[in-house]
């Protein structure tokens, strides 16, 4: 787990309103609000387009510091509104920190290294998680969970519970897998190939017991046995 990176965007108190709105996404700015628990007054104000394109290229959490007429707010980003067709941002939500406040976010879990059973057993990794939900004090945000995994062999795989959560709240289940092993695709299929052939319908009638489990034809199963019923088969900002 790493600490999150602090970026610093410099921002403009706006008008509100769709005119005022579209003369600023002309002027390539990007009409923002941002609020919190501590936040008594929604704030309205524009960022540059470019610059905060940079924040949306990053992956990692951010804690994004947003300068606005000489007062400095600790936010995360909140959500992002884009258009439909050019792609471009149009409107921005931040959320202000609060210290004594949790937040509910959302974590990329990044995998480091190489696996022993990829190296030595020509294994495949299999990455079905990618995102942590969590809910957090702003002091322990996360800004990504690394996961190592260059011990794992094929048939190895790692869970939510095996990562740091000291002082976090997760969402997921903590049984869910995160990553695991799996053997060579060419072992698999091999696997896959392995069918046992049953009996035919002539080879029972001549006096060959059923496989286990199964009826021959014209038979009842027995009073009073039951049948098998099937089974049914998880836990973001």
């Known amino acids: 787990m790493t600490t999150p990176d602090v970026v610093t965007l410099e921002g403009k108190v706006r008008e509100t309103g769709r005119k005022a709105a579209d003369a600023l996404r002309d002027a390539m700015r990007v009409p ?11 704030v309205h104000f524009s960022i540059d387009e470019l610059e905060l394109e940079k924040v949306l290229s990053v992956s990692k959490r951010q804690i994004i510091e947003i300068k606005i007429d000489g007062e400095t707010y600790k936010t995360l980003l909140k959500e992002v509104e884009f258009h439909p067709l050019t792609d471009r941002p149009v409107h921005v939500d931040f959320y202000v920190l609060a210290d004594d406040y949790k937040v509910t976010l959302s974590v990329p879990i990044h995998l480091e290294g190489t696996p022993t059973g990829v190296t030595d057993g020509g294994g495949r990794i299999f990455q079905p998680m990618h995102i942590l939900r969590i809910r957090v004090t702003p002091d322990l945000i996360p800004g990504v969970y690394s996961v190592d995994v260059s011990d794992l ?3 190895d795989s790692l869970h939510v519970r095996d990562l740091d959560l000291e002082g976090i709240i997760p969402l997921d289940d903590l049984s869910r897998t ?3 092993i799996r053997p060579p ?3 698999e299929l091999l696997t896959s190939s392995l069918i046992t052939e049953e009996p035919s319908e002539e080879e ?5 017991e059923a496989p286990e489990g199964e009826v021959a034809e014209g038979e009842e199963a027995a009073e009073g046995e039951e049948t098998e019923e099937g089974t049914e088969d998880e836990s973001e900002q």
């Open 32 to 42: 923002s609000v941002l609020y919190g628990p501590k936040v008594e007054e929604n």
């Open 153 to 155: 062999n094929i048939g």
């Open 185 to 187: 695709k060419s072992e």
């Open 204 to 208: 029972l009638a001549e006096g060959e």
């Open 178 to 180: 995160i990553v695991t």
